[in-house]
């Protein structure tokens, strides 16, 4: 069966760090493209990062750019998201996904999703 996990969110204070895991079962993560996407309340899906099969390519959102950064390890079949100063706005589930297709911040251009984490940023 093939299955993405996200872990990794809760709760945090502004300025906190966290590190979102996204782990993959019944297949290989190495020929897919990774994004992470978030969704708030009342708001569109917003892709935050993606990387490349090899890990050479990355891409950020403005809204993220020098504060997440995304990795992956091919061999433990696993991608994480760090986010560091995180902000009340960062408030979201986060999902990943893998896409065979291309590097990218579209979310159709993704083919499995997991089930999202609940990142709250809140004093």
């Known amino acids: 069966q093939v299955q993405l996990v996200e872990s990794g969110g809760g709760l945090v204070q502004p300025g906190g760090s966290l590190r979102l895991s996204c782990a993959a079962s019944?297949?290989?993560?190495?020929?897919?493209?990774i994004g992470w996407f978030r969704q708030a309340p009342g708001k569109d899906r917003e892709g935050v990062s993606c990387i490349s099969s090899s890990g050479g390519t990355a891409y950020y959102a403005d809204s993220v750019k020098g504060r997440f950064t995304i990795s992956r390890d091919n061999a433990k079949n696993t991608v994480y998201l760090q986010m560091n100063s995180l902000k009340p706005e960062d408030t979201a589930v986060y999902y990943c996904?893998?896409?065979?297709?291309?590097?990218?911040?579209?979310?159709?251009?993704?083919?499995?999703w997991g089930q999202g984490t609940q990142v709250t940023v809140s004093s």
């Open positions: 019944g297949f290989t993560l190495d020929y897919y493209a």
């Open positions: 996904a893998a896409g065979a297709k291309a590097t990218s911040l579209y979310a159709s251009l993704y083919d499995y």
